[in-house]
């Protein structure tokens, strides 16, 4: 007589079951080896990895606003005539060089702005659908 064990919790029974009495998994047959079970990953577990993504991605989005310094004189947008502007205020401040300047920085921001909308869109792109792919990976309860 062949045996089955449940999917689930492991509980032998004989062949003529399919359902598990106790937790109501599907029977499998059993090969009589010793099989460790491996549960599926806990929800609450997914959506921690999942913030934890979503957060480092909003940082790594973030990161060049949190260097404004160094996106004035790193960016390569309108670099030459940022930095003219800079330094034409720096050497002698008057409301036009004031005026030349905050026009550059604003510009940089609108720049900065539409670039990180665009990564901000291929990101959510691809969370979308890794996230439902490890959703499901993360769900299927393996057995080895
Ligand atoms: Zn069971």
Same mark, same amino acid.
């Given at each position: ?21 106790? +937790? ?49 004189? +790193? ?11 800079? !330094? ?12 030349? !300047? +905050? ?15 665009? !990564? ?6 691809? +969370? ?8 499901? !990976? ?7």
């Amino acid at each position: 007589m062949t045996m089955k064990t449940c999917s689930y919790c492991g509980k032998e029974y004989s062949d003529e079951f399919s359902i598990c009495g106790v +937790d109501q998994h599907p029977l499998v047959a059993a090969n009589g080896l010793v099989r460790p079970r491996h549960h599926a990953m806990k929800k609450p577990v997914k959506i921690a990895i999942i913030v934890l993504v979503l957060f480092l991605e909003l940082v790594w989005l973030a990161w060049p606003r949190l260097y404004m310094h160094g996106i004035v004189l +790193d960016e390569p947008y309108r670099n030459a005539e940022r930095k003219a502007a800079l !330094y034409a205020n720096h050497n002698e401040k008057t409301p036009e060089t004031k005026a030349a !300047y +905050d026009a550059e920085i604003k510009l940089l921001d609108n720049h900065m702005a539409k670039r990180e909308l665009g !990564y901000l869109v291929v990101m959510l792109a691809i +969370d979308t659908v890794g996230f439902y792919c490890f959703w499901r !990976y993360a769900s299927i309860k393996t057995i080895t």
